[in-house]
């Protein structure tokens, strides 16, 4: 009973609050916007409302509420991690936290400090700022909490970002020697259960140039609506793990990934799919069951797929994802097959991608490193509708809120309007 009132607040609280984007990929992390009236042309000087810059390059993405944009934004000569707050009709800057952190942190130089972006439930707006800590503010800009949970030490940095479930604020600490899966308290901060993974190397090379293991998991863990009651879905090195949300508990893995796994996994119809990185494997797994299900619930392997960071989308039964490669695909989520596999083309040069795909009705969003953003038809069949470009390069993943797309790029924040 207290799952399923649970589960029906959820979908009453993303009812109501269809026009918010309160956390990376949406109201549920699956990258799906329950509106579908978005703009399908723009330019510099074509369906822009506003474009504000930035003072450094930023690979977080942008989230929405109410009329409240937030980023997260690294400062790196002064050390600074801040979260900025900006006026969504007008690009006016409101407020910024900024926090001091001036210990020497590895990252790859394509993965500014930062690469986390916000969560919000419009009373509280949640950031990681990795080994800086995790910092909670009104919506306002007033810090409410804080948390030190320690040293984030990985070679190519970190970009989990942390979601909101009820009372609770989870986020995935990793990857590195120190790995673990959080839950604290929106009051205070306090921890209300924490699974702790093997973790692995941080990947920095031994003495005498050795070169360091690569393993672990950059996922933004998500929300899913299973019968019992709302699940947690993560990808670990290896395995796609379920847990409870309210305490923590594993429900049921299923192993088949490789070891470096940087999406987050999808849903729909039944069926969880995973995808791996670094040419890695993808699966598809039958929802449900009890410990390890490999054997009785996995659908179906892929063992070496292309290089994948940005996650990708389930509309109808089917996978649609945008490689880094810059190739998009149409994968059948029950057997694995590949419908199509194309690549996008568009006036930057830069075809390669880091950002995730979005739905918004029968339409596919997708952006690439020089800022062409692609509209495809959410179709079996390959239809390309639009290529729009802004001409800035970005690594982040787009927002949608009501009729509005938000799009960060590395100098720029960029709202786009057909209003």
């Avoid at 799952?3 to 549920?28: C, E, T």
């Avoid at 942190?105 to 800590?133: L, Q, Y």
């Avoid at 205070?188 to 090379?205: A, F, K, L, R």
């Avoid at 729909?268 to 995808?275: K, L």
């Amino acid at each position: 009973m207290i799952g399923a009132l649970a589960l029906w607040v959820s979908f009453f609280h993303a009812k109501v609050h269809a026009d918010n984007w309160p956390a990376w990929r949406g109201p549920l992390g699956t990258g799906i916007c329950a509106e579908k009236n978005f703009p399908t042309k723009w330019a510099v000087n074509q369906n822009t409302k506003w474009r504000v810059p930035l003072p450094e390059r930023g690979n977080s993405s942008p989230v929405v509420w109410g009329n409240q944009v937030f980023i997260t934004q690294a400062i790196e000569a002064q050390g600074l991690r801040q979260l900025i707050c900006f006026d969504r009709r007008t690009g006016r800057q409101l407020w910024k936290a900024a926090v001091e952190y001036k210990v020497k942190e590895p990252t790859h130089r394509t993965n500014p400090f930062c690469s986390a972006s916000p969560v919000t439930d419009g009373k509280h707006v949640i950031v990681s700022h990795a080994s800086a800590g995790l910092f909670c503010y009104d919506m306002k800009g007033k810090q409410l909490w804080s948390r030190d949970l320690g040293v984030q030490h990985h070679v190519w940095g970190n970009a989990a970002s942390p979601v909101i479930h009820g009372d609770l604020c989870i986020m995935n600490f990793g990857p590195g020697e120190r790995t673990f899966l959080i839950a604290v308290s929106l009051k205070d901060g306090s921890t209300v259960w924490q699974h702790n993974e093997p973790g692995g190397s941080s990947g920095i090379p031994k003495e005498g140039g050795a070169r360091g293991k690569w393993v672990g998991s950059w996922t933004t863990p998500i929300l899913m609506d299973a019968k019992s009651g709302p699940q947690l879905l993560m990808c670990y090195p290896n395995r796609v793990a379920v847990f409870d949300p309210l305490k923590g508990r594993e429900l049921w893995s299923c192993a088949g990934l490789n070891p470096l796994t940087y999406t987050s996994p999808i849903y729909g119809n039944g069926i969880v799919v995973a995808m791996g990185g670094f040419r890695g494997t993808a699966m598809g797994v039958r929802m449900g069951g009890k410990g390890d299900v490999t054997k009785t619930h996995q659908l179906w392997t892929r063992p070496r797929e292309k290089q994948r960071i940005g996650s990708g989308v389930m509309v109808n039964g089917h996978v649609y994802i945008l490689n880094e490669d810059g190739v998009a695909q149409c994968i059948e989520a029950r057997k694995g097959k590949v419908v199509w596999a194309e690549r996008l083309r568009g006036p930057g040069g830069n075809g390669k991608s880091w950002s995730s795909m979005v739905a918004a009705g029968d339409k596919l969003y997708a952006i690439n490193q020089s800022g062409d953003a692609f509209i495809l038809r959410a179709a079996p069949r390959y239809q390309l509708l639009a290529v729009n470009s802004l001409g800035e390069m970005t690594q982040s993943s787009m927002a949608f809120s009501n009729g509005e797309i938000f799009i960060r790029t590395y100098k720029s924040l960029w709202c786009i309007s057909g209003k």
